[in-house]
T-cell receptor, first 112, second 112 residues
Framework: NAGVTQTPKFRVLKTGQSMTLLCAQDMNHEYMYWYRQDPGMGLRLIHYSVGEGTTAKGEVPDGYNVSRLKKQNFLLGLESAAPSQTSVYFC???????????FGDGTRLSIL | SQQGEEDPQALSIQEGENATMNCSYKTSINNLQWYRQNSGRGLVHLILIRSNEREKHSGRLRVTLDTSKKSSSLLITASRAADTASYFCATDAGQGAQKLVFGQGTRLTINP
């Protein structure tokens, strides 16, 4: 039982490059979330999805896009990476808002 | 803006002592959750307390909720070295909320 799996675990990008972070969950959860975690800032919600084919903006959505084409996958895209997007990105999922969220182990992204 | 704010930001105690962390929030909630994050890992759910509950226990963990003061506390009794981690509270935003808002966390260090 893998839970929530994030790929890649580490990545270094140059400013202006693009990339996609993948989140996969095997718990048949409806809700999925993308957060970023920066020192002293806690977790901030980037985008979330309440079901297959749906997405919604969170607290800090600028510079990111997401897609939820399959229920088990939630993709986070950076179209033109900027140094301010250097962070640790976490994906989480749950069956509905009132239930605990299950987290992946994060993607550490550095943008030079 | 952060819905939940933890206090203190950092706490260092001796093994065997009790650790208390506090969380304050701003708006009405349906439930409040506590999570733990070990270094380099994702968050792990510890306990969920609903707005109509005042206290909840899970093993060595005790959570209280005071909705009149918009605050919660997490008590870890008989601390162990393995309890060293960051602890976060998370709240929804009441009726119709589809997401959680996390505080900035308390960094707990248990000294052997």
């Amino acid at each position: 039982n893998a839970g929530v799996t994030q790929t890649p675990k580490f990545r270094v990008l140059k400013t202006g490059q693009s990339m996609t972070l993948l989140c996969a969950q095997d718990m048949n959860h409806e809700y999925m979330y993308w957060y970023r975690q920066d020192p002293g800032m806690g977790l901030r919600l980037i985008h979330y999805s309440v079901g297959e084919g749906t997405t919604a903006k969170g607290e800090v959505p600028d510079g990111y896009n997401v897609s939820r084409l399959k229920k088990q996958n939630f993709l986070l895209g950076l179209e033109s990476a900027a140094p301010s997007q250097t962070s640790v990105y976490f994906c989480a999922s749950n069956s509905w808002i009132g239930q605990p969220q299950h987290f992946g182990d994060g993607t550490r992204l550095s943008i030079l | 803006s952060q819905q939940g704010e933890e206090d203190p930001q950092a706490l260092s105690i001796q093994e065997g002592e009790n650790a208390t962390m506090n969380c304050s929030y701003k708006t009405s909630i349906n439930n409040l959750q506590w999570y733990r994050q070990n270094s380099g890992r994702g968050l792990v759910h510890l306990i969920l307390i609903r707005s109509n509950e005042r206290e909840k226990h899970s093993g060595r963990l005790r959570v209280t909720l005071d909705t009149s003061k918009k605050s919660s506390s997490l008590l870890i009794t008989a601390s162990r070295a393995a309890d060293t981690a960051s602890y976060f509270c998370a709240t929804d935003a009441g009726q119709g909320a589809q997401k959680l808002v996390f505080g900035q966390g308390t960094r707990l260090t248990i000294n052997p």
